[in-house]
């Protein structure tokens, strides 16, 4: 009987990483085919307020990650995607993507669009700067990452309707928390 309370936790723990293994979605710097399809944008990670008299979707960015005492480092991605498809790693079906380089504790994406409709976004800091989520051997996330209305999947990433918010006013503003 001993031998089966044993088992049965080490069965638990197999089963459940093998299906965090599977679930967890592969997050991707944006590919050289997005690259080409939307130029990255170099902009100061530190215009929160006043970022102009723009139209379009503000995404204010929390949350980045740097060692106690010194500045963030590295390079923000931000996908905007106005469908389910591809959403929230495949940074290619992207309707809009930005590329800022972090030079403070705050970030703001600014996709100017005029179309209403429903959106969503997905956020990852590269922190070190390799051009890689950096992942664990589980594929869990090892870099800050973060959605639009703070969404969490279970098990792998929000879905779209978890994570999309209604753009329907000339300026949208949405503030995502990486963690």
Same mark, same amino acid.
């Given at each position: 009987?001993?031998?089966?309370? &044993?088992?049965?936790?080490?069965?638990?723990? %197999?089963?459940?990483?093998?299906?965090?293994?599977?679930?967890?979605?592969?997050?991707?710097?944006?590919?050289?085919?997005?690259?080409?399809?939307? #130029?990255?944008?170099?902009?100061?990670?530190?215009?929160?307020?006043?970022?102009?008299?723009?139209?379009? %979707?503000? &995404?204010?960015?929390?949350?980045?990650?740097?060692?106690?005492?010194?500045?963030?480092?590295?390079?923000?991605?931000?996908?905007? *995607?106005?469908?389910?498809?591809? *959403?929230?790693?495949?940074?290619?079906?992207?309707?809009?993507?930005?590329?800022?380089?972090?030079?403070?504790?705050?970030?703001?994406?600014? *996709?100017?669009?005029?179309?209403?409709?429903?959106? #969503? %976004?997905?956020?990852?800091?590269?922190?070190?700067?390799?051009? !890689?989520?950096?992942?664990?051997?589980?594929?869990?996330?090892?870099?800050?990452?973060?959605?639009?209305?703070? #969404?969490?999947?279970?098990?792998?990433?929000?879905?779209?309707?978890?994570?999309? *918010?209604?753009?329907?006013?000339?300026? !949208?503003?949405? %503030?995502?928390?990486?963690?």
């Amino acid at each position: 009987m001993k031998q089966l309370r &044993v088992a049965r936790p080490l069965r638990r723990l %197999v089963l459940a990483c093998c299906g965090l293994s599977c679930c967890v979605s592969l997050w991707r710097a944006p590919s050289s085919a997005s690259a080409e399809r939307a #130029a990255p944008t170099y902009a100061p990670s530190t215009a929160l307020e006043g970022e102009g008299d723009g139209l379009g %979707v503000y &995404v204010e960015i929390t949350g980045l990650a740097h060692a106690q005492g010194a500045p963030p480092l590295g390079t923000l991605y931000c996908s905007l *995607f106005a469908q389910e498809e591809g *959403f929230p790693a495949q940074a290619a079906r992207a309707a809009q993507g930005l590329t800022i380089k972090v030079t403070g504790p705050r970030a703001t994406c600014h *996709f100017p669009i005029s179309t209403p409709g429903r959106y #969503a %976004v997905s956020a990852w800091h590269d922190v070190n700067d390799d051009h !890689t989520l950096n992942k664990n051997w589980l594929g869990v996330p090892q870099e800050p990452i973060g959605i639009s209305n703070n #969404a969490r999947g279970l098990l792998g990433p929000p879905s779209f309707s978890e994570a999309s *918010f209604l753009h329907n006013s000339p300026r !949208t503003r949405i %503030v995502i928390h990486l963690s």
